[in-house]
């Protein structure tokens, strides 16, 4: 079975900190992505990859950056977390089937 | 702009009744049709997908019935179950190397 690993599963944060949220797979898809979506709400995308070295932004505009240096890993990093960034945030690799979803990291900033 | 405009935004059907929820897409490059579910905190899981050569498929309860000439597609839940209740959402892509569009999602509940 396919699967996309997303630690933490939960996290609270203080204003100001740099967080880091960690997304692996292990199925070797070139394609990921990042969504930023409020309980049962319209997902949003902030950032997506098709391999590595490559990244682009989504639609939502996000004060967050990720990187690609290894295919099975897609990190999405928050330099300065403020309490509009509490949501949770699903990663999801592509294959031809189509996506697969993590379970995401609600993510709390107080 | 939305790509993708999903209806209704919630939905109450009895069990054992049929759910039924639209989209109506404007980009007539999208040719891949999927339907995900989503279950209260977990991540959204393909359900079934159409591409725009055939009109109709079927798995199961579920079925997607595809008007290309209309521009729209829907998801038809037969016999619908109390453990169906979650949120669905259509998307739509082109080929090539584009991110699935979504719609803004429905939320089905299924009432006993």
């Known amino acids: 079975e396919a699967d996309i690993y997303q630690i933490p599963r939960y996290l609270v944060i203080g204003t100001g900190k740099k967080i880091t949220l960690e997304c692996s797979q292990t199925?070797?898809?070139?394609?990921m992505y990042w969504y930023q979506q409020d309980p049962g709400m319209e997902l949003h995308l902030i950032h997506y990859?098709?391999?590595?070295?490559?990244?682009e932004k989504g639609d939502l505009s996000s004060e967050s950056t990720v990187s690609r240096i290894r295919t099975e890993h897609f990190p999405l990093t928050l330099e300065s977390a403020r309490p509009s960034h509490t949501s949770q945030y699903l990663c999801?690799?592509?294959?031809?089937?189509?996506?697969?979803f993590g379970s995401g990291t609600r993510l709390t900033v107080v | 702009q939305q790509q993708v405009k999903q209806s209704p935004q919630s939905l109450i059907v009895q069990k054992g009744g049929i759910s039924i929820i639209n989209c109506a897409y404007e980009?007539?490059?999208?040719?891949?049709f999927p339907w995900y579910q989503q279950f209260p905190g977990k991540g959204p899981a393909l359900l079934i997908a159409?591409?725009?050569?055939?009109s109709e498929k079927k798995e199961g309860r579920f079925t997607i019935s595809f008007n290309k000439s209309a521009k729209q597609f829907s998801l038809h839940i037969m016999d619908s179950q109390p453990g169906d209740s979650a949120t669905y959402f259509c998307?739509?892509?082109?080929?090539?190397?584009?991110?699935?569009?979504f719609g803004k999602g429905t939320r089905l509940s299924v009432i006993a």
């Open positions: 159409i591409r725009p050569d055939v």
């Open positions: 999801a690799s592509q294959s031809a089937y189509g996506y697969t």
């Open positions: 998307a739509a892509s082109m080929r090539g190397n584009t991110p699935l569009v």
């Open positions: 199925m070797g898809h070139d394609k």
């Open positions: 980009n007539t490059a999208f040719d891949y």
């Open positions: 990859s098709y391999g590595v070295n490559s990244t």
